[in-house]
Nanobody
Framework: QVQLVESGGGLVQAGGSLRLSCAAS????????MGWYRQAPGKQRELVAN???????NYADSVKVRFIISRDNAKKSVYLQMNSLKPEDTAVYYC???????????????WGQGTQVTVSS
């Protein structure tokens, strides 16, 4: 069974840091773009950052400079280092990836289960 599993969320004070991790498991032939999204209560899910296979990155304006996305292709993993956290960063963070899996001729989009990040003021 192919899945994305996140870890690293939690409660942190404003100004603090957290590192989220996401690992893909199952029979996977390849991984294209990987990324992180977040959804705060009452708001739509939004892109936080993504990274291509070659390492090109894209960030939401609200997290530029503060957050860093990276990936380890050998470990089928993507990471999000979050620094200088603000209360408005509070949300459920979801890992997302386009995976090349058996039988399917095109990459399939997968979501993780989500991990809660809470930033207290």
């Amino acid at each position: 069974q192919v899945q994305l599993v996140e870890s690293g969320g939690g409660l942190v004070q404003a100004g603090g840091s957290l590192r989220l991790s996401c690992a893909a498991s199952g029979v996977i032939f390849g991984i294209n773009t990987m990324g992180w999204y977040r959804q705060a209560p009452g708001k739509q899910r939004e892109l936080v950052a993504n990274i291509t296979t070659r390492g090109s990155t894209n960030y939401a304006d609200s997290v530029k400079v503060r957050f860093i996305i990276s990936r380890d292709n050998a470990k089928k993993s993507v990471y999000l280092q979050m620094n200088s956290l603000k209360p408005e960063d509070t949300a459920v963070y979801y890992c997302n990836a386009d995976l090349v899996i058996p039988i399917r001729t095109t990459p399939q989009n997968f979501w993780g289960q989500g991990t809660q990040v809470t930033v207290s003021s």
